[in-house]
C-alpha cells in the first residue's frame, strides 16, 4: 500500500508541488491526483520518483503496510 503522506512529505522537502512532481513523471497533474488516491502508481512512476526524490527507503513509502 502506498504511503501517500509520505511520499508527498518527500517532494515538499524538495520545493516541489505536486504539479511539478505529475510533469516530473510525464502524467498530467489530474492523472496523478487519482493515482494517489487510489493508491497505486505505475512502476515506472515509482522508478523516477526515487530516483528524482532522491528517495534513501522507497519501501517505506512505496510498499508500506496498513
Known amino acids: 500500500m502506498l504511503n501517500v503522506n509520505a511520499l508527498k512529505a518527500e517532494w515538499v522537502k524538495k520545493g516541489l508541488t505536486q504539479q511539478d512532481v505529475a510533469h ?3 502524467i ?6 487519482l493515482q494517489l488516491k487510489r493508491g497505486i502508481l ?3 512512476t515509482i ?12 519501501v517505506e513509502i512505496f510498499f508500506a503496510q496498513r
Do not use: F, Q, R
Not at 498530467?28 to 491526483?33: A, E
Not at 522508478?47 to 522507497?58: D, F, R, T
Open 47 to 58: 522508478e523516477i520518483l526515487i530516483k528524482e526524490l532522491e528517495i534513501k527507503n522507497p
Open 42 to 44: 505505475g512502476s515506472d
Open 24 to 26: 516530473m513523471v510525464g
Open 28 to 33: 498530467s497533474p489530474k492523472t496523478l491526483s
